[in-house]
């Protein structure tokens, strides 16, 4: 019995220290050498965040590398298992969301205000910050620059507008976007906080977590003025007006696809949340409260 444990990371090409693409071909040939019939027990598990590397190769369509050379297809009489066509509830059923919420130690300030109460509530990692007094500026700029996804993103509003993946990080942050394409799947899970939950033949699943740290950073790139307070003047012009545009932009450029429903439904989701921000921004500019009285938001609304 053999156990095999592999990253995709371990398959990235360096130059000059830079990283910049997978190895594809040498990932899926360990993969078919792993679905070869045999009588030893074989176990093996593949970790990654790039949806490229999802499907494997049978024989009869091998990579270009490997038929070139008419050796393995020709000369040698192999027979492979079957793909599978069930997923291991495991690998994407589990999350680790609010597990520390029973373990944090009392959080600070001595009267924290609804956003520091719900941390413990979010990712474990964020938690662990928070109660280590490291969730400061610094290491909010390095959050909101990985849900930006790209670093040409914080160039200014024109380069925000030409990265999807970045569009859809923070839009899909705040509401339901629907189906997009793999590679923005890819991006978003492998560069941002986008969650894998599922895989099948011709698509990938995705979910954004309900973390209050990315919850309250997609909300806050939203207001212009708060942009220019937090060392994000450079996106200060990307207010809701423009984020609406770019959520149509997605939607009309064939990127998304309402899983259910239609367009109008997002924007409308989008629409109840713009009220509800105008309000929280007025009452607490940090955004450190969620909470917004019913009867003004009715009123905001109309």
Known sequence: ESHYLMENAQLEKQSGGVTYEYDAAL????????IKDRHAKVVAVFTGTSGGLRNYRKLDELPKEMSDSRNFATKEDYSFRQRGDRLFPEFFAT????????????????QPCEYHRSIPYGRPLFARMYEGKELNGLAMHEIVSRMLITKDAMAGKN??????????SILGTRVQMGQTTID???SVVAKGYATLVGVTKNNVR???PPDPV?????????DSNWCKQNS??????ADKKWWARM????????????EKGDFGEVMVGLYFLFCADELRGIKDPKYHTFSVPLKDWLERLL
């Open 184 to 186: 923005i799947s890819s």
């Open 232 to 237: 994000f003047s450079c996106i200060a012009d």
């Open 214 to 222: 990315c919850a309250r950073l997609a909300m806050c790139l939203m």
């Open 206 to 208: 995705l979910c954004f």
């Open 27 to 34: 990932f899926r040939f360990v993969r078919l050498w792993l």
């Open 95 to 110: 999350t680790t969301i609010g597990c520390l919420r029973n373990t944090i130690a009392h959080p600070y300030p001595p």
């Open 159 to 168: 380069s925000l507008a030409k990265s999807k993946a970045s569009l859809m």
């Open 247 to 258: 959520a149509t932009s997605l939607f009309s450029d064939g990127l998304c696809t309402p």
